[in-house]
C-alpha cells in the first residue's frame, strides 16, 4: 500500500525530465538512423542522460535525511513510543506548539492519565528560545518526544501520520501576540493561515482521519461590546491583524469540516497566564521589570477607563482543553473523502470574572513585595481591545468546563514558579 507521504508527494520527480529525454532521442535516430556512427552515439547519449537522471534522483530523495533533523528508523522508533497510549480507550495526539506555554501544559496531561503524545515545535524565536528548550527538556522527562520542525513542513508531516495513525491533533503552534502583528505581519499569515492549511490538508488526507481541536483567540471578538462575550457574537471586526488570522482559521477549518468531514473543536481563550508562560504577556514582562526595577507601562482606553482581561490560569484552561479533545466526535472521512457530517464547534475558555490591568499589578506588587513603577499612558492604536469577559455556558453544557482559579491565586502559583526558575529564590525578601 502506497504511504501518506508517497500519495502526497509522489517521488517521481525525474518522469517529466525521462520523457522529454525519450522524445528527444527518439528525433536523433529518425535524423541520424542511417549512419551506424550517429547510433552509437545516441546509445551513449542515452546511458549519460540515464546516469545524469538516476544521480538526480538520488540526490533529490537523499537530500531530505542528509539536511533534515528528523528521519530514519531509530527516529521513527522514538515517534512511535511517544505515541504509545497507556490506558484503555486512550487516545494518541499529535500536539503542534508543544513546546509552547499551552502546548507543555496540555501535552504533560495527556501523558499523565496515559494518552500517546508527539509534540511538534519550531523553536522560532519569537521569544527567549531557551525557555522553549526548557519546556522540551521538561517533556522529554516525562517520556514525550518533541519534533523539531515547522508545521509548514508538509513532508515531515506526513512522515508523521505514516508513522503513527494519530487519533487527535492538538493545533496550538501559532504566532501569538497581538501588538507584534504591527512589527511582523508576515509570520501570522506563515502560521496562523499557510501553516493551518498545511496540516488540515495532511489531517484531511490521513486515513484514519484524526478529530482536530486548535487553538482561537479571544480576540475574533475585536469591537464587539455586548458582554459577555457569547459564541454567537459577531466576529467580524478583528481589531488586530492576530484577531483577523485567528477568525480566518475559523473559517478554514469550517471549509474543512464541511468538504472532508474533519471533526474540528476551535477554542477561544482568554489571556491564559501561569507558570512556565509566555514571556511577551503583560503579567510575565511585568513581573521581570518590577523585580529589576524598571517601569512597566500600562495601557488606558478612551476616557481613560482602564482596560479589563478576562485571565484565565492556565490548569483550568488545560481541562477544557481535554474535555474537548474527550468529546470531540469522530472525523468521518478517509483518504480525502468525506462520508458524513462531521462536528464543528467553537468554545470559549475564560474565567467569567475580568480584572482591570492596574488590579493585576497590584497583585503582583503584594505577591512580589516590591512596588512597580507605573507608567500610564493612552493605549496607542496597536490592535488592543478595551476588555474581554467570557460566557463559558456552551462549554459547561458540552463538557462541564469549569474554571476554579482566581487571578490572585493563579499569580500566586506564577510568582512562585517564576522565582524558581530565574534562580530568585535565594535573595531576601522575595520568597
Ligand atoms: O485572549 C487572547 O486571545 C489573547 O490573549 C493575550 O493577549 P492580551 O489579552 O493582549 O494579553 P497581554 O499581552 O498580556 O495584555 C494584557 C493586558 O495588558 C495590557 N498591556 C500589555 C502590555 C503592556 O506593556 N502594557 C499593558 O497595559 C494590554 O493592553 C492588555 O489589556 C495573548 O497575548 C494573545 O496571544 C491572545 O492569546
Redesign the pocket.
Known amino acids: 500500500m502506497p504511504s501518506l507521504e508517497d500519495e502526497l508527494f509522489p517521488s517521481t520527480p525525474g518522469k517529466f525530465k525521462v520523457d522529454r529525454a525519450h522524445n528527444m532521442n527518439r528525433q536523433f535516430h529518425r535524423c541520424f538512423a542511417s549512419t551506424s556512427t550517429m547510433f552509437l552515439w545516441a546509445l551513449f547519449l542515452i546511458a549519460l542522460t540515464a546516469s545524469y537522471l538516476s544521480f538526480q534522483s538520488f540526490v533529490d530523495s537523499g537530500s531530505r535525511y542528509f539536511s533534515a533533523s528528523w528521519g530514519g528508523i531509530q527516529w521513527e522508533k522514538q515517534v512511535r513510543n511517544s505515541a504509545q497510549i497507556h490506558r484503555s480507550g486512550g487516545m494518541s495526539v499529535l500536539v503542534t506548539g508543544a513546546a509552547g506555554f499551552v502546548g507543555t501544559h496540555v501535552s504533560l496531561a495527556l501523558k499523565k492519565r496515559g494518552d500517546g503524545v508527539v509534540g511538534l515545535d519550531n523553536f522560532n524565536n519569537y521569544y527567549d528560545p531557551s525557555l522553549k528548550k526548557a519546556r522540551k527538556s521538561l517533556l522529554n522527562s516525562h517520556g514525550i518526544l518533541v519534533v523539531e520542525g515547522d508545521l509548514n513542513d508538509a513532508k515531515l508531516l506526513a512522515k508523521l501520520f505514516d508513522v503513527v495513525a494519530f487519533t487527535h491533533v492538538m493545533h496550538l503552534a501559532a504566532q501569538?501576540?497581538?501588538r507584534y502583528a504591527m512589527e511582523n505581519p508576515n509570520s501570522y499569515v506563515h502560521s496562523n493561515i499557510a501553516g493551518l492549511v498545511t496540516l488540515l490538508e495532511i489531517c484531511k488526507s490521513a486515513n484514519p482521519q484524526p478529530a482536530v481541536v486548535w487553538a482561537s483567540?479571544?480576540?475574533v471578538y475585536g469591537l464587539n461590546e455586548k458582554v459577555p462575550f457569547s459564541e454567537a457574537d459577531r466576529t467580524d471586526q478583528p481589531a488586530s491583524l492576530?484577531a483577523a488570522t485567528k477568525k480566518a482559521g475559523e473559517e478554514i477549518t469550517h471549509t474543512y469540516n464541511h468538504i472532508y468531514g474533519l471533526s474540528v473543536t476551535g477554542l477561544r481563550?482568554?489571556?491564559?497566564y501561569g507558570p512556565w508562560g509566555?514571556p511577551?504577556?503583560?503579567?510575565f514582562?511585568f513581573t521581570r521589570n518590577i523585580l529589576q526595577g524598571k517601569p512597566?507601562?500600562?495601557?488606558r482606553g478612551k476616557n481613560r477607563v482602564d482596560?479589563a482581561?478576562d485571565f484565565t490560569y492556565i490548569d483550568d484552561i488545560v481541562k477544557g482543553c481535554l474535555g474537548s479533545l474527550d468529546t470531540s466526535g469522530k472525523s468521518t472521512g478517509s483518504g480525502g473523502k468525506k462520508k458524513g457530517n462531521a462536528p464543528y464547534r467553537i468554545f470559549n475558555l475564560g474565567n467569567t470574572s475580568p480584572v482591570k490591568?492596574p488590579e493585576l499589578v497590584n497583585i503582583l506588587e503584594r505577591h512580589l513585595k516590591v512596588k512597580a513603577k507605573r507608567n500610564i499612558v493612552d493605549?496607542p492604536g496597536n490592535g488592543?481591545v478595551p476588555f474581554?469577559h467570557a460566557n463559558i455556558s456552551l462549554a459547561q453544557r458540552e463538557f462541564g468546563y469549569k474554571p476554579t482559579t482566581d487571578l490572585q491565586t493563579g499569580l500566586k502559583k506564577f510568582v512562585r514558579w517564576y522565582l524558581s526558575y530565574y534562580g530568585y529564590n535565594n535573595r531576601k525578601g522575595l520568597q
Open positions: 501569538a501576540g497581538v483567540s479571544s480576540s492576530y481563550f482568554f489571556t491564559v509566555r511577551d504577556m503583560a503579567y514582562s512597566i507601562t500600562i495601557y482596560l482581561r490591568v493605549m488592543d474581554t
